[in-house]
């Protein structure tokens, strides 16, 4: 559904985007992620042809960016970080107002109102002034303008921002369920929404692509592993045995309780260390309680792959 290759964005001297690469395919709910300025919002602007790039070529769907923009924009459902509303018109004016500028017209203009106001929920303020609407509804008027023709692809920009925890839920259930039909791009700095809604994970970085998969598939790219192991026995000979075994890179005590003594163990290697470390404490008596591997958090590969 979406095709980018060497997709470069300048400002002047300064690069937004460098030589960029990716697709996305239809039915994929992909989490377009990035620390402020890392080109995220530029990318999508110049998706939705709303900017034009400096270099590179994109394809949304069987269109092209730059000989077919019209179509380009017609095949998209578009929420901007900066929801642009009209604050003194009536959100029943407004999806109106939308939905011909979209080309839905007539009956089929009154039901899509009617189905995107059911499915944003926002049919209890539809005759009220957008301006007296508090951030959350706001944001809900947004997307139902985004969807309200019906496009087979969404980019939505931070679509829950002001949005209560049980607002929040609910838009993300929407979007979990138009992405079975929908090809959907996701900008969120909220890393749990991401996990929790989204089956592909792209990180942006100074411009660059720095991460592209799922999230289990990049956790299996980094350098450390962290394992939990809590066992019984002479603490202080366990402590020996980790520091000198070379597939632990580090370990600290995470908890103590009575003689259950519980570390925390990095190593790069955690099959060959947990056969290692079961022997080892077989042949010093000691008791394992707990011996398991802890994936990485969405928020630790994010840390580790944009800090630097």
């Keep these: 559904m979406i095709e980018v290759k060497n997709l470069t964005k300048r400002f002047g001297k300064i690069e937004a985007v460098s030589d960029i690469s990716f697709s996305i395919e239809k039915g994929e709910i992909v989490a377009f992620l990035g620390p402020n300025g890392a080109g995220k919002t530029t990318t999508m602007k110049i ?25 380009v924009k017609r095949s998209i459902g578009y929420l901007p970080e900066n929801n642009p509303l009209y604050l003194n018109m009536r959100v029943i004016d407004y999806l109106n107002f ?11 203009l009154k039901n899509a109102i009617e189905i995107v106001s059911e499915q944003c929920g926002i049919t209890d303020v539809l005759y009220r002034r957008i301006g007296n609407l508090s951030k959350g509804y706001r944001q809900r008027v947004g997307l139902a303008q985004a969807i309200i023709n019906d496009p087979p692809i969404l980019i939505l920009d931070e679509p829950t921002s002001g949005l209560d925890p049980n607002q929040r839920i609910e838009i993300r259930d ?18 749990s929404e991401a996990e929790s809604t989204c089956n592909r994970i792209l990180i942006i970085n100074k411009g660059k692509i720095v991460a592209d998969g799922k999230k289990e598939e990049l956790a299996k790219k980094g350098d450390e592993v962290k394992i939990i192991i809590q066992i019984k026995g002479d603490r202080d000979k366990f402590t020996e045995i980790l ?20 570390f925390e163990v990095l190593t790069k ?16 008596n000691f008791i394992i309680y707990e011996l398991k591997t802890i994936e990485a958090s969405l928020e630790e590969l994010f840390k580790n792959l944009t800090q630097n």
């Design 47 to 71: 998706l939705t042809c709303f900017m034009r790039p400096t270099e590179g070529d994109v394809k949304v769907g069987n269109y092209d960016i730059y000989d077919n923009p019209m179509d």
């Design 98 to 108: 939308v939905g011909s500028l979209k080309d839905v017209k007539g009956k089929n």
């Design 269 to 284: 290697k955690d099959i060959e260390f947990k056969e290692k470390i079961f022997h080892k404490c077989v042949e010093n």
């Design 174 to 191: 929407l979007i979990k369920k138009l992405g079975k039909e929908k090809t959907v791009i996701l900008s969120t700095h909220i890393l």
């Design 243 to 262: 520091s000198s075994m070379e597939e632990v890179s580090s370990f600290n005590k995470l908890a103590e309780i009575g003689e259950l003594v519980t």
